[in-house]
């Protein structure tokens, strides 16, 4: 498929092995798993940055490859449980922070047209991921602009 805002198609990426059942060498218990869970989440890392910590540290020195694997659960499903959930989709704030970053620069190198594209299409990107979540993850009446990100990362 082709990428949205280049004349290039995506690259492909590995994929994941296809299994139902965790590894004979993790066994690690599900409820452990869902407390560490939700410990890294108050520690302040995204859904994504708790499934590295947990196949690199792992749970009680055991690797946790795969945490639907062993809990029967999304990372987000668990945070949800316990609400611990962040405030922002990740992917949105990803791209929140980016644009932050891109129109600071913008402030200082006014003449950068190659960033002033980017930024227009990391706010186009935002725009269209806020009407996606709008309702379920965000508020009715949300609608991004520069202040509001400010306000909402680092606020």
């Known amino acids: ?6 004349r290039r198609r995506g690259s492909s990426g590995s994929d ?7 590894p004979e060498w993790s066994d690690v218990d599900a409820d ?11 520690n302040g890392h995204d859904p994504s940055q708790i499934g590295m910590k947990l196949r690199d540290e792992g749970v009680q020195g055991t ?3 795969d945490v639907k694997l062993a809990t029967g659960k999304k990372v987000t499903e668990i945070l949800e449980e316990n609400d611990a ?3 922002l989709p990740e992917d949105l704030r990803n791209l929140m922070e980016r ?5 600071r620069h913008m402030e200082e190198n006014q003449g950068d047209a190659q960033n002033k594209r980017a930024l227009q299409n990391t706010e186009s990107k935002i ?7 709008r309702g379920d993850e965000l508020e009715e009446d949300f609608t991004y602009s520069y202040d509001v990100a400010v306000d909402l990362l680092e606020g």
Do not use: C, N
């Open 63 to 65: 690797p946790v490859p």
């Open 1 to 6: 498929m082709a990428r949205m805002h280049t």
């Open 127 to 133: 725009r269209r991921l806020a009407d996606y979540y």
């Open 16 to 22: 994941r092995p296809v299994a139902d059942d965790p």
């Open 85 to 87: 959930r962040p405030d």
């Open 32 to 42: 452990a798993v869902e407390d560490r869970v939700v410990e890294l989440a108050e």
């Open 99 to 103: 644009a932050i970053r891109l129109r």
